[in-house]
């Protein structure tokens, strides 16, 4: 039996999970309701309806028949799931539902189920095919034969389905003969030939052969690796491909301003495959990222982007530096004014469209030749989100200082230095989780998310000291202050993914003695103190240079800072 394959779905992972113990009826019922989504998924092709995705709460709701947050308890229902994600990932929560359904044989008589050697033999193809088409929305069952032992089967209706839906596709798999071993001999010869003749490489030769063997490039590579894996002597001296662990430190060497050219060099690879391979990386880092928030009304308007992310909420004073100790806490907290609730929407509003375009843009991106454009356009949306997020955190200060005298029935000034600064470390922590709980399309304010999240974090640290931790002769207030430790920026923290995305500590620190074009290039790109941040494109048209200059100019900072060699970074 294959193991159950991975759900990549958060929603449908977070389904299985809650699931997992329902009684085998509940499992049968929810299966059924599975299986016919799954149904009208393969019989109804994507429409432009469906490209921006279907609901969470929807997904969740044509499954068990139940509302998300009865569910799931998830604090963003309206997040979107893209429709070839939904397809691919049904099959698998299928699975697991079949298997807690515990199915009996008896229910599934041949001529309505097929097995997986019948379903080869019917489309004439391989097993490896099969599971391949298990990503394209083929759902099976696993049915309980006893002693732990599964049976996998599919329903005729459905196969029948999925043959109308790709019919070509299976026409052409069924259609395809394997190599033989004369074939595979042909391509050797003529391979070595080629490499002593002309000096090709593999991939040339595979280039030059795919035709004339009618056979795909990868096919005719995957027959010479093959060849040269033996213990003969291979054709090609060429190195294997990158593994993962190069591509990590490919990745982290372009992160912080290394050449990448050169270490490629060292691997004897070629430029253009170390860079794709940095892309990839970060392709499969964005992936990762769980973007789920709430989608307001006009995100997929025409107009969206100039109406959301043109107001002045989502522009304006944007990466300023957080406080460096308690006492700045205080004094920011002092010099904040409340902010107008149409104001603290449209820039709760920009902050979720951020994510959402960051989300759908990920989903579109190509699984292996990402373009640096796009991928420098994701990673802008999300430092604007974290700056915008910054703000928004920034602005609950006044509540985060009330807060702690409520919970400490004191002024904050007379509380212990210590006990102060863990106080607003916490307190900052609960307002960047409570930010995300702001739904600004439901209503009401960022301050009641926050002063739950505060008034929890708070107390459950108070229960947990001893009251005269708090107490402070208040003479010595001014002298215990400096020496505490610093309080870390919150403004490069509000996301996790800002230790990948956003501007480096050593950068950051080194700012201020750089030459003033540089400071104006890492200013600009990552919206630090004036508006937000630009990608190289937008950097290169306001600086009126060539983006090619902005990436020298970033690269060679972070080489510094990094401590790379100055030729490194050129």
């Known amino acids: 039996m294959p193991r159950l394959p991975a759900l990549r779905v958060g929603v449908l992972a977070e389904l299985a999970r809650q699931l997992r113990f329902e009684p085998p009826a509940a499992a049968r019922r929810h299966l059924a309701r599975a299986e016919e989504l799954a149904h009208q998924l393969i019989e109804s ?29 998830r604090a963003s229902e309206s997040a979107l799931v893209i429709r070839e994600a939904l397809v691919a990932d049904l099959p698998a929560l299928i699975d697991r539902l079949s298997a807690a359904a515990e199915l009996d044989p008896k229910e599934h008589p041949a001529p309505a189920w097929l097995s997986p050697a019948d379903l080869c033999a019917r489309w004439r193809i391989s097993r490896k095919t099969l599971e391949r088409y298990r990503r394209r ?30 019919a070509a596709e299976l026409d052409a798999a069924g259609g395809f003969a394997r190599l033989s071993k004369r074939e595979r001999e042909r391509i050797i010869a003529r391979a070595a030939r080629y490499r002593a003749r002309f000096g090709w490489s593999l991939h040339r030769c595979a280039q030059r052969l795919a035709p004339r063997m009618a056979r795909s490039i990868e096919c005719i590579r995957l027959v010479l690796r093959d ?123 920009a902050y979720w469209f951020l994510l959402h375009s960051a989300r759908t843009a990920t989903a579109q991106l190509p699984r292996h030749q990402p ?29 985060l200082v009330r807060a702690i005298e409520s919970q400490t029935q004191r002024p904050v000034d007379t509380i212990a230095p210590a006990a102060r600064r863990e106080l607003i470390v916490i307190g900052l922590d609960a307002i960047i989780d409570a930010v995300d709980r702001f739904d600004p399309f439901k209503g009401g304010r960022l301050a009641a998310p926050v002063g739950v999240a505060l008034a929890r974090a708070l107390s459950a640290f108070l229960r947990g000291i001893d009251p005269e931790m708090l107490s402070l002769n208040p003479r010595l207030a001014s002298r215990a202050e400096p020496a505490l430790r610093g309080i870390e920026d919150w403004t490069h923290r509000v996301h996790d993914w800002q230790r990948d995305l956003d501007l480096p500590r050593p950068v950051r620190d080194a700012l201020d003695t750089l030459e003033p074009e540089a400071q104006r290039v890492i200013r600009l790109r990552f919206g630090l103190g004036a508006g937000p941040p630009m990608t190289v494109n937008a950097c290169a048209e306001a600086l009126a240079i060539n983006p090619a200059a902005i990436r020298a100019i970033q690269r060679r900072i972070f080489a510094a800072a990094f401590g790379h060699r100055p030729e490194d970074a050129r």
């Open 371 to 399: 373009s640096s454009d796009t991928l420098d356009h994701i990673e802008t949306r999300l430092r604007w989100a974290s700056r915008i997020k910054a703000e928004m955190v920034r602005s609950q200060l006044p509540l």
């Open 137 to 166: 929305g083929l759902v099976s069952r696993r049915i309980t034969l006893g002693g732990g032992k599964q049976r996998v089967v599919f329903s005729r209706a459905l196969v029948e389905s999925f043959e109308r839906r790709f």
């Open 227 to 349: 060849h040269d894996a033996q213990p003969l002597t291979p054709i090609f001296d060429d190195p294997p491909p990158l593994d993962r662990a190069d591509v990590e430190r490919l990745d982290a060497l372009a992160r912080r301003g290394g050449k990448v050219s050169a270490a490629t060099r060292g691997m004897r690879k070629s430029r253009s495959t170390g860079h794709r391979a940095v892309n990839i990386a970060r392709a499969e880092r964005l992936r990762s990222l769980t973007l789920n928030g709430p989608v307001g009304p006009g995100f997929d308007a025409p107009n969206a982007e100039r109406t959301i992310l043109g107001h002045d909420a989502a522009r304006l004073n944007l990466g300023t530096a957080g406080a460096g100790n308690a006492s700045e806490v205080l004094r920011l907290a002092e010099q904040i004014d409340a902010e107008a609730a149409p104001f603290e929407r449209a820039r709760a509003a």
């Open 45 to 73: 092709a994507p429409d432009a309806s469906a490209a921006s995705g279907f609901p969470e709460d929807w997904i969740v709701f044509r499954i068990t028949g139940l509302r998300g947050d009865s569910v799931l308890h």
